[in-house]
Nanobody, 127 residues
Framework: QVHLVESGGGLVQAGGSLRLSCAAS????????MAWFRQAPGKERAFVAY???????????DYADSVKGRFTISRDNAKNTVNLQMNSLKPEDTAVYYC?????????????????WGQGTQVTVSS
């Protein structure tokens, strides 16, 4: 199990950028696949991106179609962090963003398959 804490959310104008970070505690972080999900008001939690984990193996990342080419997920196993660089932000990106982890080598698009969650950080994109 890992404890996750997100940071970096805020208010930004459309076209701008934000970088979210997720700090994890736990000795097994490098074995975890990490992901970002988001939840807009009145909507279900939705997949944003994931990145696989094990050290020494090139991580594999996948993205929701809506963010491909604009968002980049990365991780630093030495620092137990996973980041989400968000560029060319749009008003429809407004949501609470959650960091999530699962003790599996493979990624998943489904929130129910993730075991550990952060408290979320608000991202608001104004038009």
């Amino acid at each position: 199990q890992v404890h996750l804490v997100e940071s970096g959310g805020g208010l930004v104008q459309a076209g701008g950028s934000l970088r979210l970070s997720c700090a994890a505690s736990g000795r097994t972080f490098s074995a975890y696949t990490m992901a970002w999900f988001r939840q807009a008001p009145g909507k279900e939690r939705a997949f944003v991106a994931y990145i696989t984990g094990p050290s020494g193996i090139t991580p594999y990342a996948d993205y929701a179609d809506s963010v491909k080419g604009r968002f980049t997920i990365s991780r630093d196993n030495a620092k137990n962090t996973v980041n989400l660089q968000m560029n060319s932000l749009k008003p429809e990106d407004t949501a609470v963003y959650y960091c999530a982890g699962r003790a599996q080598k493979s990624g998943s698009l489904y929130s129910s398959t993730y075991d550990d969650w952060g408290q979320g950080t608000q991202v608001t994109v104004s038009s």
